[in-house]
């Protein structure tokens, strides 16, 4: 069973950074894509960005220019540096791994953006 682990979560500040992180019990390179989801209360879990195999990156465009996503095959870790954070960013962030037809996900680390 795969197992997707994320940390870095954190209160911060409005225009504050925090870099998360995923880290996988398999060799990132079996997945084709990785990506970053998120929830808030009361809404559905909607797409932050995405990394290929090949390092092909899809942002959603709320977070286009602030989130930078990377993944480190060797380390077997993802990553999302989040820059000039709003309140609205606040939520669960989630890892996902994609293999085929199959979805792998993380337990979630929650972001509060708030002063």
């Known amino acids: 069973q795969v197992q997707l682990v994320e940390s870095g979560g954190d209160l911060v500040q409005p225009g504050g950074s925090l870099r998360l992180s995923c880290a996988a019990s398999?060799?990132?390179?079996?997945?084709?894509?990785m990506g970053w989801y998120r929830q808030s209360p009361g809404k559905q879990r909607e797409l932050v960005a995405t990394?290929?195999?090949?390092?092909?990156?899809n942002y959603a465009d709320s977070v286009k220019g602030r989130f930078t996503v990377s993944r480190d095959n060797a380390k077997s870790t993802m990553s999302l540096q989040m820059n000039s954070l709003k309140p609205e960013d606040t939520a669960v962030y989630y890892c996902?791994?994609?293999?085929?037809?199959?979805?792998?996900w993380g337990q979630g680390t929650q972001v509060t953006v708030s002063s």
């Open positions: 996902n791994a994609r293999r085929g037809m199959l979805n792998f």
């Open positions: 990394i290929t195999n090949g390092l092909l990156t």
């Open positions: 398999e060799r990132l390179v079996s997945f084709a894509v």
